[in-house]
């Protein structure tokens, strides 16, 4: 069952879960339209069509479930700028929002999946590049600039929100551990702006590379797919069970 939502949040449907009052997740395929984002290198896979297929994949296991309500920020090839898809989860109310993506890098060596949680300081040079490619500005994010109290407010909030995404991240790397290809050391921070104004737990989960041939190959794999949207649907109850408490 979907709802209709105001035009403002025209062409964005919610997936009821079977109960009514269900906390809601967001989840944000990265790029589309314009922006193809990274190209396979054996099979020229294009980001902005993984994502996508991973997104309603994950949606329909978590409607299948019928625990939580899921949105999409995009149903089909629209280009969607960063804020425009953070707008749509606030709006919403989300209580959780997932920004999908695949990784590229010089290495063809390189492979796994990473998951990005909010910070206002990268964990390293790798984490910097991506969050500056991904729109955020040089500067980390600002604290309490002018001292009041609706800036001391949303910082509290931003504060709040990266705790809180941190622990969903942790939360998600345990349930793919062993299901997911993952990279060493793979919880990294960055001061992702499309992760930054959401203000609820949020995390950019990089799915693997599409610069290295095994990655690619295991991500057009429906079964190794399953896999993968199985420990995050897992991970998405489990968190928004935990944040209804
Ligand atoms: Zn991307």
Not at 28 to 50: M, Y
């Amino acid at each position: 069952m979907t709802v209709d939502l105001p035009a403002t949040l025209a062409g964005v449907r919610v997936t009821e879960a079977r109960t009514p009052g269900r906390p809601l997740v967001v989840i944000d395929p990265g790029h589309g339209g314009r922006d193809p984002g990274a190209t396979g290198v054996a099979a020229g896979t294009r980001e902005k069509e993984l994502t996508l297929l991973v997104a309603r994949e994950l949606r329909d296991e978590l409607a299948r479930r019928g625990r939580v309500r899921v949105a999409l920020t995009r149903e089909g090839d629209a280009s969607l700028e960063l804020d425009r898809r953070a707008d749509i989860a606030r709006r919403l109310g989300a209580d959780l929002f997932i920004s999908l993506h695949a990784d590229s890098a010089k290495d063809p060596q390189a492979r796994g999946a990473t998951v990005y949680s909010l910070s206002d300081v990268a964990s390293d040079a790798d984490a910097a590049r991506l969050a500056a490619a991904q729109g955020a500005p040089g500067a980390s994010v600002s604290s309490v600039a002018d001292g009041s109290v609706r800036t001391l407010l949303a910082d509290l909030a931003a504060r709040d929100a990266m705790t809180g995404s941190a622990d969903f991240a942790v939360r998600l790397l345990d349930r793919a551990t062993g299901r997911v290809e993952l990279r060493p050391e793979p919880h990294r921070f960055a001061a992702f702006r499309v992760l930054r104004r959401t203000e609820a737990p949020a995390v950019l989960f990089e799915m693997g590379y599409l610069s290295n041939a095994m990655d690619e190959a295991m991500l057009r794999d429906p079964g190794t797919r399953g896999r993968m949207v199985a420990a995050l649907a897992q991970a998405v109850e489990t968190e928004l069970a935990l944040a209804r408490r």
